[in-house]
């Protein structure tokens, strides 16, 4: 993709945000739009309604106008020209009006306007001012079968008393029609319009008089002004929907710097030690909504805070007191374990309770101390007291330890899987022996004999579906590349599900069921893993354990470091 059209995506991507339904912003858009949408079709349907009843009513009263017109020049022009009866006492209709009718059609009539003369069924005269009137037989037909209104009673009064008095000046205008001629609505497809027309009774006998009006004026006009609206009303949507975004945008701004300083709280590591929160939201105005949401959230940061700096004061006294007891309590633990080997060394007779209670003595003192010691070093390294650094072979290392553990664990089988180069890592050579030295204890502790446990070192990258993506706990921030992976895996009973979320906290024992026996666990003081938590942190590495019955894995990730060309080789086992 071209360079120019990368922006495209991004900006129709924040539209769609903005727009989503999801969203406040978005409902208030959509709901916004919706509405003006919704008000703008009321409006049209309304408008159209009334101009089309206003537009229908002025040319019905034109139509009704028409009507009258023509029938009171055609009843004078037949009371003027009528011939003799003949024998049957009738006029001949078509012979009598026809010379008057052309004569009525262009009096005062407006453009458009057609006139039809009925006898009986058949059309005897057609016209239209200013236009083409060529009825088709379909039409004819259909204005024949248009009921026929009749004349009103002041009318019909009004030409027999012309037709009385001879010679006498012509008798008053008559009451117009328009009240009492229906109005009709007709497709005429040879005319190529719709029109409505009215149908009375003509002044001679056997003629029926059709007067019509098209309604191209009508719907012209409505369609004119439907296209306004349209062009008014999508020009009145847009500029909402400009000014709508606008405005909601500039006045959730305020609740975006809210989230904006909730989500880097979230992203500070608020679980130990001290923690600088951001500092509250500008907007804590009461008289607003968005205001009083931003001063009870300031109020809170003010409280975690508060609460925060009280744990870490908290937690500083703890590490204190544990690093000054752990301190203070190595010189009496010393002093009662060499008394007691004393006493063991006297020559005199000493009877056998007292020998067994001076060796549980000695016993529990030792393993006092090593408690101590463990606190201690937790202490230290919870203040961020800094460790060695210096290059360590970490190849080197992992043959000590394992061969430390296939000799106290005999009945294990014990697997390496080194790579054929040294693998070198920046640290504490004493710290990591310790590290290793209590994962090998504990796989070999907590597993039955005859139980197999492989230790892997590797310095490649892991690669995806390894253990730090399958990892049921992990521990620390993986390292950026390069960097190595040491794993102890064995195939014992597992680690019980609900176990592994406290797995690295300080003083938690496993269940004595995964115990190779029943003393094991016993003597365990629950700070072995928490240590290498600790150690392995301070190396800027992370720890993951993945586990399931048959198989438990143990990863520790750390930064490589690369081998200096003065290194020995490691030696093999």
Same mark, same amino acid.
């Given at each position: ?61 034109? &139509? ?10 055609? @009843? ?32 005062? @009539? ?179 909504? +968005? ?106 290392? +992992? ?7 296939? +000799? ?9 899987? &080194? ?147 003065? @290194? ?6």
């Amino acid at each position: 993709m071209p360079a120019g059209n990368a922006p495209r995506p991004r900006r129709l991507s924040w539209l769609a945000a903005l727009l989503s339904f999801r969203t406040i912003s978005g409902r208030l858009i959509v709901g916004l739009v919706v509405l003006i949408a919704v008000a703008s079709v009321a409006v049209s349907v309304v408008t159209d309604d009334s101009l089309n009843r206003t537009l229908m009513s002025s040319l019905n009263t034109e &139509l009704q106008s028409a009507t009258d017109s023509w029938y009171q020049c055609v @009843q004078h022009t037949s009371m003027n020209d009528s011939s003799a009866p003949d024998d049957s006492g009738h006029t001949d209709a078509l012979q009598a009006a026809a010379p008057g009718y052309g004569m009525c059609s262009q009096d005062g @009539q407006a453009p458009g306007t057609f006139e039809v003369v009925l006898t009986g069924t058949s059309v005897s005269y057609q016209t239209a001012v200013h236009a083409v009137c060529d009825l088709s037989a379909t039409d004819k037909a259909a204005l024949a079968k248009l009921p026929v209104a009749s004349p009103p009673p002041s009318i019909t009064s009004g030409s027999a008393t012309s037709s009385s008095v001879e010679g006498s000046p012509p008798p008053p205008k008559p009451a117009s029609i328009a009240v009492s001629a229906p109005v009709h609505v007709l497709w005429l497809s040879s005319l190529g319009g719709e029109f409505i027309l009215t149908k009375v009774t003509g002044p001679e006998e056997g003629t029926v008089l059709l007067t019509g009006l098209p309604l191209a004026t009508v719907d012209a006009t409505l369609r004119h002004v439907e296209n306004d609206e349209h062009l008014v009303f999508a020009a009145v949507l847009l500029l909402v929907l400009i000014m709508g975004t606008a405005i909601v945008e500039l006045s959730l701004r305020p609740l975006r710097r809210v989230a904006a300083t909730a989500t880097r709280v979230t992203e500070l590591p608020l679980d130990s030690g001290e923690v600088t929160l951001p500092a509250g939201v500008p907007d804590s105005d009461p008289r607003t909504e +968005v205001g009083r949401v931003g001063a009870a959230f300031n109020r809170m940061l003010f409280h975690v805070e508060r609460a925060l700096g009280r744990r870490a004061a908290s937690e500083a006294r703890l590490r204190r007191f544990a690093a000054d007891a752990s301190h203070e309590l190595r010189t009496p633990l010393s002093a009662i374990r060499g008394y007691a080997e004393l006493a063991l060394r006297h020559p005199g007779p000493v009877p056998e309770e007292v020998t067994h209670a001076l060796r549980r003595v000695q016993s529990e003192s030792a393993r006092m101390g090593v408690l101590v010691d463990d606190l201690l070093l937790l202490a230290r390294l919870d203040a961020g007291r800094p460790l060695e650094r210096e290059p360590v072979d970490l190849s080197r290392l +992992v043959i000590e330890t394992t061969s430390d553990a296939r +000799v106290a664990r005999s009945d294990h089988r014990w697997r390496l899987d &080194l790579p054929d180069e040294p693998i070198l890592v920046n640290g504490d050579e004493h710290r990591l022996h310790q590290v290793l030295a209590n994962l090998l204890s504990n796989a070999g502790k907590h597993t039955p004999p005859g139980s197999t446990v492989s230790v892997a070192l590797t310095g490649a990258l892991p690669l995806p579906g390894d253990s730090q993506e399958l990892a049921s706990v992990q521990r620390g921030v993986l390292p950026p590349g390069p960097r190595v992976e040491l794993s102890i895996t064995d195939d014992g009973p597992g680690i019980p599900p609900e176990l592994l979320p406290e797995l690295f906290e300080r003083f938690t024992r496993a269940d004595t069921s995964r115990a190779r026996d029943q003393g094991a666990s016993g003597k365990s003081t629950g700070l072995g893993l928490a240590i290498v938590d600790a150690v392995v942190a301070a190396h800027e590495g992370s720890i993951s354990v993945t586990s399931r019955p048959g198989m438990t894995r143990f990863a520790i990730i750390l930064p490589l470091l690369r081998e200096p060309a003065d @290194q020995p080789p490691a030696s093999p086992v």
